[in-house]
C-alpha cells in the first residue's frame, strides 16, 4: 500500500529553527510537495521537489531524498504565524496526490 | 498565481435537505478537479476526481449518489451533498489541476458544512 509518515505534532520555539520530516512509499513518484493549513483554512502550496537536494525559499527550505523516500521542510526564524499544520503530499504514478496526515506545529514565545 | 474560488464558505442546512457546492477555476481551464474532505485534525481524503464532460471517478468507499459531482465546464465543477445528514458535517475542499501540469494542486478556500 501506499503511505506518508509524518509527526503528528511538534513545538518549537519563536526565533528558532525546526524540521518537519516525511518518509514516504507510493507507488511511483513524480514529485512531492509541502503545504502549510491553518486551522479551518485550505492548504496552501509552499513547496515543491522532484530532484535530490534542497531548496530554499525565504525562510522555508525543502528536502528531498529519492533513494531513501525522505523529505524534510526546514523552517527559520520561527515566527508565531507559522503555528499551523504541515502536511506533505507525494504525486504518485497516476499523478495522483497522497496526502500525510500533517503535523501541527506549535510555535511558543 | 492561479485562482480556484469555492462557494459557500459555510453552510448550514437541515437533515435531509441537499446542499450544493461550487468549485470555480477563475484564470485557467481546469480539465481536472479534485473533490476532498476533512475531518478534524485529520488529513485530506480524496472523494473523487472529476473531469470535464465526464463522470466522476469516486474514491472506494464513497457513495457517488450521495454526493454528486458535476464538472459541465472547465472552469465549473459542482458537488451536491444530497439528503445531507448530521454524519456529513465536515470542510470539504476542492482543487484543479490544469492539462499536463503535475505541480502544485490550486485548492480553493473549503466550505465547512454543518448539518442540524
Known amino acids: 500500500g501506499q503511505n506518508i509518515d509524518q509527526p503528528t505534532e511538534m513545538t518549537a520555539t519563536e526565533g528558532a529553527i525546526v524540521q518537519i520530516n516525511c518518509t514516504y512509499q507510493?507507488?511511483?513518484?513524480?514529485?512531492l510537495f509541502w503545504y502549510q493549513q491553518h486551522a479551518g483554512e485550505a492548504p496552501t502550496f509552499l513547496s515543491y521537489?522532484?530532484l535530490d537536494g534542497l531548496e530554499e525559499k525565504g525562510r522555508f527550505s525543502s528536502f528531498l531524498s529519492r533513494s531513501k523516500g525522505y523529505s524534510y521542510l526546514l523552517l527559520k526564524e520561527l515566527q508565531m504565524k507559522d503555528s499551523a499544520s504541515y502536511l506533505c503530499?507525494?504525486?504518485?504514478?497516476?499523478?495522483?496526490?497522497?496526502w500525510g496526515a500533517g503535523t501541527k506545529l506549535i510555535i511558543k514565545p | 498565481g492561479a485562482v480556484v474560488s469555492q462557494h459557500p464558505s459555510r453552510v448550514i442546512c437541515k437533515s435531509g435537505t441537499s446542499v450544493k457546492i461550487e468549485c470555480r477555476s477563475l484564470?485557467?481551464?481546469?480539465?481536472?478537479m479534485f473533490w476532498y474532505r476533512q475531518f478534524p485534525k485529520k488529513s485530506l481524503m480524496l472523494m473523487a476526481t472529476?473531469?470535464?464532460?465526464?463522470?466522476?471517478?469516486?474514491e472506494q468507499g464513497v457513495e457517488k449518489d450521495k454526493f454528486l459531482i458535476n464538472h459541465a465546464s472547465l472552469t465549473l465543477s459542482t458537488l451536491t451533498v444530497t439528503s445531507a445528514h448530521p454524519e456529513d458535517s465536515s470542510f470539504y475542499i476542492c482543487?484543479?489541476?490544469?492539462?499536463?501540469?503535475?505541480?502544485?494542486?490550486?485548492f480553493g478556500q473549503g466550505t465547512r458544512l454543518t448539518v442540524v
Open positions: 482543487s484543479a489541476g490544469r492539462e499536463g501540469m503535475n505541480t502544485e494542486a490550486f
Open positions: 484564470d485557467f481551464q481546469a480539465t481536472t
Open positions: 472529476s473531469n470535464e464532460g465526464s463522470k466522476a471517478t469516486y
Open positions: 507510493t507507488s511511483g513518484f513524480n514529485g
Open positions: 521537489n522532484v
Open positions: 503530499a507525494v504525486l504518485d504514478s497516476n499523478y495522483q496526490l497522497i
